[in-house]
C-alpha cells in the first residue's frame, strides 16, 4: 500500500477558506511570540504556589513539566502540518475525529483562552497596587485592558514591535536576578549552592510532583497559542512546528535556573511549604535576600508589566484568532468573523475579548480568591484541550482518507506517552477546578445538542478536501 504525505506548502484554501489573514510574522517573531505568551519571568508570579506544591523541588516540577510540554508541541506540530490554519484544538479536532468533537474541544479551550486575559490583567493590577497602593486595583485592570486593545487594533505587526521591546526588558530583569542571586549564594546568603530544589530524598514523591506540574503548567502556556498563528506566518506550518520547540527550550531552561536560585534563598521554605504563599511575594522574598528590598520591587514591578502587558497583548490576540475561526465556521455568532482589510486583524473577536477580560477581571478583583479560581480554570482547561491535541493525532492515523504527516514515534508513540501524563496531571489538579471545568463542558455538551436540534449541525469548510488531495496525487 501506498503512503501518501502531505505537500507542505498546501494552505488554507484546500480547506475552503480564503487567506485572510496577512503573513507577515517571521520565524523569529513567532519564538518571540511564543517566549512573551509564556514569559520568561513567568515563575516570578506562582513560585510559592509552586513551591509548595512540589514541597521545595520546584526545579524538577519545572523540568518535568517542560518534558511533558514538549511532548505536547510534537503533536501540535503534527496537527498544524495537517491542518495550517487558525484555530488551534477546535479545528484539528473537529478534521481529525468529528465536527461535533471539534465543537466540543473548541468549547473547551474557550474556558482557557478566555479567561487567560483576564487574569493576567487582575494579577498585573493586583500587583500595581502592591508597589504604588495610593491606585485602586480597578483602575490599573481597566489601564491594561485599553492599552492591549489598542494595540492589537492597530495590527500584528505593532503587536510584534511591542513583543520585541517586552522580551528584552524581561531577559534583563531576569538576567540582574540571576547575577544577584548566583552572586548571594556564592557570598554564603540564603541555604547556599544545593540541588534540593531539583532532588529531595525526603520530600520526592511522585503524586507531589504531579500536583506541583499542575500547577506550573500555568507558567507554560502559550506555546500552544502560537498555532493559532498558522494563517500569519512566513513559511507555512513547518516554521511553526518549529517555533514551538524552540520557545519552549528556551523558556525551559530559563525556568529552570530562576526556580532553582529562586528555591535556594527563600527565608524560611518549611514555612513556606507548610502555609503556602497567599500574598503572592515568595519570589520577591527571595530577591530580597539577593539583593535587598530595591531588586525585590524591580522583580514586583517587572512581574505586573510583564503579565498585564505584554503577555495580556499576545493572549488577545490568540484568543481572537479562535473566535474568528469558530465563527467562520458558523459554530460563533457571525460577527467575530469579521477581518479589518486595512489592518488584517478579527476586529470584533479582539473586542470580545477586552470586554470579557474588564467585565470577568472586575468581579474577581472583589473576591479573595479570584486569582486562585481563575488560575485553576486556566489550567485545568488547557491540560483538557492538550490531551484533545493528541486524541487527534491518534484519530487521523486510523483513517486511511487522510495523507500523512510524521512517522510513527511522532504519531502514535508520544502522543500515547502525553495523554497518560496529562491525564495523572488532572487527576492531582485542584478539585474546584475539576468540578468548574466539567461543569463548563457539561454546558458545551447542552450547546450542541441545541445546535443540533435547531438544525445548526457544526460543520467545518473543507471536510473532505483530504479525500480530494489525496485522489488528485495518486497515481
Known amino acids: 500500500m501506498t503512503t501518501h504525505t502531505l505537500d507542505p506548502s498546501a494552505g488554507v484554501e484546500r480547506f475552503g477558506y480564503r487567506q485572510e489573514l496577512q503573513r507577515s510574522l517571521s520565524f523569529r517573531d513567532l519564538v518571540t511570540y511564543g517566549l512573551i505568551f509564556m514569559v520568561p519571568i513567568a515563575p516570578f508570579g506562582i513560585f510559592g504556589s509552586v513551591f509548595q506544591a512540589s514541597s521545595g523541588m520546584v526545579a524538577l516540577t519545572y523540568l518535568l513539566g517542560m518534558a511533558a510540554m514538549m511532548v505536547t508541541a510534537s503533536s501540535y506540530g503534527v496537527m498544524v502540518r495537517a491542518y495550517p490554519m487558525a484555530g488551534s484544538v477546535y479545528s484539528y479536532a473537529g478534521r481529525a475525529i468529528a465536527p461535533w468533537f471539534g465543537f466540543l474541544s473548541g468549547w473547551t479551550i474557550l474556558l482557557d483562552y478566555t479567561l487567560i486575559p483576564c487574569l493576567l490583567s487582575l494579577v498585573a493590577a493586583v500587583s500595581m497596587t502592591a508597589v504604588l497602593p ?18 492589537n487594533l492597530a495590527g500584528i505587526k505593532s503587536t510584534r514591535r511591542v513583543n520585541t521591546i517586552a522580551l528584552v526588558a524581561a531577559l534583563a530583569v531576569l538576567a540582574l536576578f540571576v547575577v544577584t542571586a548566583v552572586s548571594a ?22 503524586g507531589t510532583l504531579l500536583t506541583g506540574m499542575s500547577v506550573c503548567m500555568l507558567s507554560f502556556l502559550g506555546f500552544d497559542a502560537m498555532s493559532t498563528l498558522a494563517e500569519d506566518v512566513q513559511g507555512g506550518p513547518r516554521k511553526v512546528s518549529r517555533g514551538m520547540v524552540a520557545a519552549l527550550g528556551i523558556i525551559g531552561v530559563l525556568f529552570i535556573a530562576q526556580a532553582m536560585l529562586a528555591a535556594l534563598l527563600v527565608p524560611n521554605p518549611a514555612t513556606l511549604i507548610a502555609d503556602g504563599d497567599p500574598a503572592g511575594t515568595a519570589f520577591y522574598d527571595a530577591a530580597r535576600v539577593a ?26 490576540v490568540a ?36 470586554a470579557l477580560s474588564l467585565v470577568l477581571g ?9 486569582i ?22 491518534l484519530a487521523r492515523n486510523l483513517r486511511t482518507d487522510q495523507p500523512k504527516v510524521a512517522g510513527w514515534w511522532r504519531s502514535w508513540v508520544l502522543p500515547i506517552a502525553g495523554v497518560v501524563i496529562l491525564v495523572a496531571v488532572i487527576v492531582n489538579a485542584n478539585a474546584l477546578a475539576q468540578t468548574v471545568g466539567f461543569i463548563w463542558l457539561g454546558i458545551g455538551v447542552l450547546v450542541l445538542i441545541w445546535l443540533v436540534a435547531t438544525g ?20
Open 134 to 151: 495610593s491606585i485602586p486595583a480597578w483602575i490599573w485592570l481597566v489601564a491594561f485592558v485599553a492599552v492591549n486593545v489598542g494595540i
Open 456 to 475: 445548526r449541525t457544526p460543520r467545518l469548510s473543507g471536510i473532505g478536501a483530504d479525500e480530494d488531495y489525496l485522489a488528485g496525487h495518486r497515481g
Open 372 to 393: 486562585t479560581v481563575l488560575s485553576s480554570l486556566v489550567n485545568f482547561g488547557a491540560l483538557l484541550s492538550f490531551i484533545v491535541v493528541h486524541l487527534s493525532v
Open 185 to 206: 549564594l556564592a557570598s554564603g546568603a540564603g541555604r547556599g549552592f544545593s540541588w534540593e530544589p531539583l532532588f529531595s530524598s525526603t520530600q520526592f514523591q511522585v
Open 291 to 316: 539583593a535587598g528590598p530595591w531588586l525585590a520591587t524591580v522583580t514586583a514591578l517587572a512581574t505586573a508589566l510583564a503579565w498585564g502587558l505584554s503577555n495580556n497583548m499576545v493572549a488577545q
Open 319 to 354: 484568543t481572537s484568532r479562535l473566535l474568528y475561526a469558530m465563527a467562520r465556521d458558523r459554530q460563533l455568532p457571525s460577527f467575530l468573523a469579521r477581518v479589518s482589510v486595512s489592518r488584517s486583524v478579527p476586529v470584533n473577536g479582539i473586542l470580545l475579548t477586552a
Open 362 to 370: 472586575l468581579y474577581m478583583a472583589s473576591r479573595d480568591d479570584g
